[in-house]
C-alpha cells in the first residue's frame, strides 16, 4: 500500500513540475478546454431553468368553453352546472361577455375597433381548469380531448378550446433542446479529449530524452505514464472549473434581460446555475475527459517508440 501511495506521489510531484515548467502551455490549454465546455454546460442550464416552467403550463389544463351568441345568460348558468358535473373538472368559472370585451377594451389598441363595433362581438365563456390527479391518470392531453369531445355535444355551445395543443409543443421543443445539447456535448466532449491529446503528445515529444533514461534504468509504462495522466485530468478538471466561472458570469447579463421580459409577463423567471451535485459530477465527468485524451496519448507516444 505505502509502495502504491509513494508512486503516486512521486506521479504528482512529476505533474506540478512539469505545469511548473510550462505554465504558459497549460493555461492556454485550459482556456480552450473551458471554452468547449462551457457551450454544452450553458445549453444545460437553459433547458433546466426552461423545465419548470413547463411543468407549469401544463400543471392545471384548462378548457375555454364559447357559448353562441344568442344564448341566454339561463342557459349559460344552467350549461355550468352540467360542466361542473363532469368527471374531471376541479373548478369551473364564468366570464360574463360584459367582463370579458371590458377586459378587451383595457389592451392596448382595442379601444378604436370595439368602438366602432355597434353590438358586443363576444359571447359568454366557461373557464374549466381539470383536476391534476385526473391528468395523470389519463393524459393531460388524453384527457382534454375527450372531454372537449364531450363537452362540444352540449346546448348552447359553439366552440371548445384546449390548451393541449400549446403544451405538446412545448413538450416537443423541450425534448428536441435536451437532444441538441446531448449532441452537442458529446462532439464537444471528443474535442476536449483532443486538445489534451495534442497537449501531451507535445510533452512526451519534449520529453523524449528522460523517458528514454528511465526505462534504461528500469521504469516500467505505468510509471512513466502517470504524471501525463495526471497532466491531463489538472487540465480536464480546471477547464471545468473555468467553464463554471464562464457560465456563471454569461448568467448575470442574461438574467437581467430574462427578468425583464418576464416582468412585462407579470411572472418570475431566471437561469440558475446547476445544483452542487451537477457541478461535483461536472468537474469529475471534465476530469475524467481529459484523462482519457492523456491515456491515448501517451499510450500511443510509448508504443511507437518501443
Given amino acids: ?26 493555461a492556454l490549454n485550459v482556456i480552450a478546454v473551458a471554452i468547449v465546455l462551457a457551450l454544452p454546460l ?28 344568442d344564448a341566454k345568460r339561463a342557459d349559460a348558468l344552467a350549461l355550468g352546472v352540467q360542466l361542473r358535473g363532469l368527471a374531471g373538472v376541479a373548478e369551473a368559472r ?12 383595457q389592451r392596448p389598441g382595442m379601444q378604436a375597433a370595439l368602438a ?5 362581438p363576444l359571447p359568454d365563456a366557461w373557464i374549466l381548469r381539470l383536476s391534476r ?43 428536441l433542446l435536451r437532444l441538441a445539447v446531448a449532441l452537442v456535448g458529446l462532439a464537444l466532449a471528443l474535442a476536449v479529449i483532443a486538445a489534451v491529446f495534442n497537449t501531451i503528445r507535445l510533452q512526451v515529444a519534449s520529453q523524449h530524452a528522460e523517458i528514454e533514461v528511465a526505462r534504461l534504468i528500469g521504469a516500467t509504462d505505468a510509471f512513466i505514464c502517470r504524471p501525463f495522466y495526471y497532466t491531463g485530468a489538472l487540465q480536464g478538471f480546471a477547464g471545468g472549473v473555468l467553464a463554471l466561472l464562464v457560465v456563471w458570469v454569461v448568467l448575470i447579463p442574461l438574467n437581467t434581460e430574462v427578468a ?6 407579470s411572472a418570475e423567471f431566471g ?22 485524451g492523456a491515456a491515448l496519448s501517451v499510450r500511443s507516444q510509448l508504443a511507437r517508440k518501443a
Fill in 260 to 265: 425583464a421580459l418576464a416582468h412585462l409577463y
Fill in 133 to 175: 390527479e385526473a391528468a395523470d391518470a389519463q393524459g393531460a392531453v388524453s384527457l382534454q380531448e375527450s372531454m372537449a369531445r364531450r363537452i362540444s355535444k352540449l346546448p348552447s355551445v359553439e366552440h371548445v378550446q384546449i390548451d393541449s395543443a400549446w403544451a405538446a409543443r412545448m413538450e416537443s421543443l423541450l425534448h
Fill in 116 to 120: 366602432a363595433l355597434h353590438d358586443n
Fill in 42 to 69: 450553458l445549453g444545460l442550464v437553459l433547458v433546466a431553468s426552461f423545465e419548470p416552467v413547463s411543468g407549469r403550463l401544463a400543471s392545471d389544463p384548462e378548457i375555454s368553453v364559447f357559448l353562441s351568441l
Fill in 1 to 26: 500500500m505505502m509502495r502504491w501511495l509513494t508512486s503516486h506521489r512521486v506521479a504528482l510531484d512529476a505533474m506540478l513540475v512539469r505545469v511548473l515548467r510550462e505554465p504558459l502551455s497549460i
Fill in 271 to 292: 437561469l440558475d446555475m446547476p445544483a452542487a451535485g451537477q457541478i461535483l459530477l461536472f468537474l469529475a465527468v471534465s476530469a475524467m475527459l481529459g484523462w482519457i
Fill in 94 to 105: 364564468f366570464v360574463p361577455r360584459e367582463n370579458a370585451v371590458e377586459e378587451l377594451r
